[in-house]
């Protein structure tokens, strides 16, 4: 059953993919970004949504589900294949180990709740639980490559943000179907949420003590229209423009309104392309 946390948590994980795609189609620097965790979701959506195989369980869900899938394969091979990404992606400290670190453990911790909970579970329940338990860990190559690079771009904070605040609305849509309906998840479902949480939480106070400079970044950042670039492309400087003032409001004036409306034009695609959905 649909509720609005529900539906807002779905909205914000469908922002968080469109949001990382379309900051790699930019061409913004992979330095800080964790192609593992990226990986790590690639397996989890493979997992958790192989019931698209056998069932349909509405519109809904299976578009979000299709949207999930293709998201994730395509920012994997995005990021592989990408000439930017190749030259600014930093191999350093997201090492391949990581997913095998992440994957046993999970899939041996599922297997076991799976077994002693269930009566009879099929291959759907073994790759749900699974996928439960991935989900719990699969920030933590993110977040530590942040660390580690000490980069703290606009976007990944963006990004992080978005993602964290998707697993908060589905606990609350949790909460919320156990008092109205009676339903509730599994236990493993639960400890997954609260790893989760406390792995973002981890996540949060390392940005916190960057705050400075991140507050930098966002403001730097392109989050609508990168006005510098469209001056440079015009073959305005904009540190001379900046000085002459005259010369600000004559030749930097209707490339600030074209920009505008360019963006304004990018916001508007995203938004028809979310409510298709």
Known sequence: MLNLPRVLGDLLHLCSRVWLIRCLVLGESCRGLSLRTQELYLVIFLTRYSDLLLYFLGWYN???????????IFVVVLIRLSKTAKQ?????????????????????LSAYTTTTTQVNPDWFEYAWQFSICLESV????????MYKTENYAGWLVYY???????????????CIRIMTEGSSQPFIA????YVQGGVFAVGLLVLMRQQDYIAKQIRES???WDMRSVLQRAGVNPLETAVKGSTIRSAAGPLSLTGHAAGNSSTAKGTAAASLV
Do not use: E, H
Not at 138 to 145: D, F, G, N, R
Not at 160 to 174: E, K, P, Q, T
């Open 190 to 193: 639960w400890v997954a949420a």
């Open 138 to 145: 699969a920030l933590v190559p993110q977040i530590w490559c």
């Open 62 to 72: 299976t578009l979000f589900k299709i949207t999930y899938l293709l998201s994730a």
């Open 222 to 224: 392109r989050f609508i």
């Open 160 to 174: 992080l943000i978005m993602v964290g605040l998707y697993r908060l609305f589905y606990i609350l849509n949790w």
């Open 88 to 108: 600014t992606y930093d191999r350093t400290y997201d090492k391949p180990a990581a997913l095998l670190c992440f994957t046993v453990p999970c899939l041996l």
